[in-house]
């Protein structure tokens, strides 16, 4: 099983700025795809971002020109630049692959408060 690694969540003000990392310590990394998914209080998880083996990305429209999903394959890591956070955003933050087919790590909790 793949034990998936989230970190970089914290505290932040509205408008603020957060990096988020995952890693993923899968062998074929490299031709992987991999999503950032969230699970805000009291809500079900929802798809965030995706990024394909080749770099292809795709957003959920809440986070469209705010997020940017990208890459580092020599790191096995997907980061997940998050700008202009919104309190809405608040949310535990999880990667996976696009399926949400692998084990589930702890995620990492972004709050974003005034």
């Known amino acids: 099983q793949v034990q998936l690694v989230e970190s970089g969540g914290g505290l932040v003000q509205p408008g603020g700025s957060l990096r988020l990392s995952c890693v993923v310590p899968?062998?074929?990394?490299?031709?992987?795809?991999v999503g950032w998914y969230r699970q805000p209080p009291g809500k079900q998880r929802e798809l965030v971002a995706t990024?394909?083996?080749?770099?292809?990305?795709n957003y959920a429209d809440f986070v469209k020109g705010r997020f940017t999903i990208f890459r580092e394959n020599v790191k096995k890591t997907v980061y997940l630049q998050m700008n202009g956070l919104e309190l809405e955003d608040t949310a535990v933050y999880y990667c996976?692959?696009?399926?949400?087919?692998?084990?589930w790590g702890q995620g990492t909790q972004v709050t974003v408060s005034s």
């Open positions: 996976n692959n696009p399926r949400g087919s692998w084990s």
């Open positions: 990024i394909t083996d080749s770099g292809i990305t």
């Open positions: 899968l062998k074929m990394f490299n031709i992987a795809a």
